[in-house]
């Protein structure tokens, strides 16, 4: 019936306290602002813009999309495969509404969207549904040789007609990609470019982020 389908989440995962959302929502922004003005950039523009000389405003051409978090499980109330199993899950339970700190190590941008990297503990991993990266296969492939967890991100924003699912896509395919030269030293970090308009910052210090634990129905 109509409540046994509602009765699980759209998605599990850490949601950022309201005071860590504005910072790393600030400090994205930076990166953006700056990013967009560099030469190396520049040279690229044409990843996002489609023809050569045009700017393009970083900060203006990715839109928010709602609170920011770290999903674990995406159930689609119910509907995803393995949605309620994870719901089951002791640890699930057990860490329900409970603190943690996440550890944002890298910034990445596409011509779709602009994420935060998140690096996980073994404790967080117990949180992880451990066949992610091997589902991720068929829309990135490569990823299921990546390591369990390496899909963990924060959604910073989209570009239009662009869904945040598409976030976790884009650093699984960063991350299957071979590591390419510094092209910048970043007063955040050592920043990276992997071709067809796809950035990554190696944050020199990484963001830690004070999360919850809980689920989202939206
Ligand atoms: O930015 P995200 O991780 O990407 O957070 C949102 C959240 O669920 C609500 O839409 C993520 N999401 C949407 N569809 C999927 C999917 N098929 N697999 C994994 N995550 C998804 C989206």
């Known amino acids: 019936g109509p409540l046994s389908e509602t009765s699980l989440p759209l998605y599990f995962g850490w949601f950022l306290f309201s005071s860590v959302q504005d910072k790393v929502g600030c400090t994205a922004m930076d990166f953006l602002k700056t990013l967009d003005t560099l030469e190396a950039f520049k040279k690229h523009i044409t990843d996002f813009t489609g023809q050569a000389e045009k700017e393009v405003d970083l900060e203006q051409y990715f839109e928010a999309k709602g609170v920011l978090h770290c999903t674990t499980k995406f159930c689609d109330y119910g509907k995803a495969d393995g949605a309620s199993e994870y719901a089951k899950n002791p640890v699930v339970k057990?860490?329900?509404?409970?603190?943690?700190e996440l550890s944002l190590t890298a910034l990445f941008v596409t011509p779709r969207t602009v994420g935060a990297r998140v690096s996980l503990t073994d404790e967080q991993l117990k949180l992880?549904?451990?066949d992610t990266e091997k589902e991720s296969e068929a829309d990135v492939p490569g990823s299921a040789s990546l390591p369990v967890g390496s899909r963990a991100h924060i959604t910073l924003g989209c570009a239009k007609d662009v869904e945040p699912v598409q976030t976790g896509l884009d650093?699984?395919?960063?991350?299957?990609l071979p590591q390419g030269e510094v092209v910048e030293e970043m007063e955040l970090g050592s920043l990276r470019y992997y071709g067809?308009?796809?950035?990554m910052l190696s944050l020199r210090e990484p963001i830690c982020a004070a999360t919850c634990f809980s689920s989202f129905y939206g």
């Open 94 to 100: 057990k860490f329900y509404s409970a603190v943690f």
């Open 128 to 130: 992880w549904p451990a």
């Open 171 to 176: 650093l699984l395919q960063i991350l299957t």
């Open 196 to 199: 067809e308009g796809r950035w």
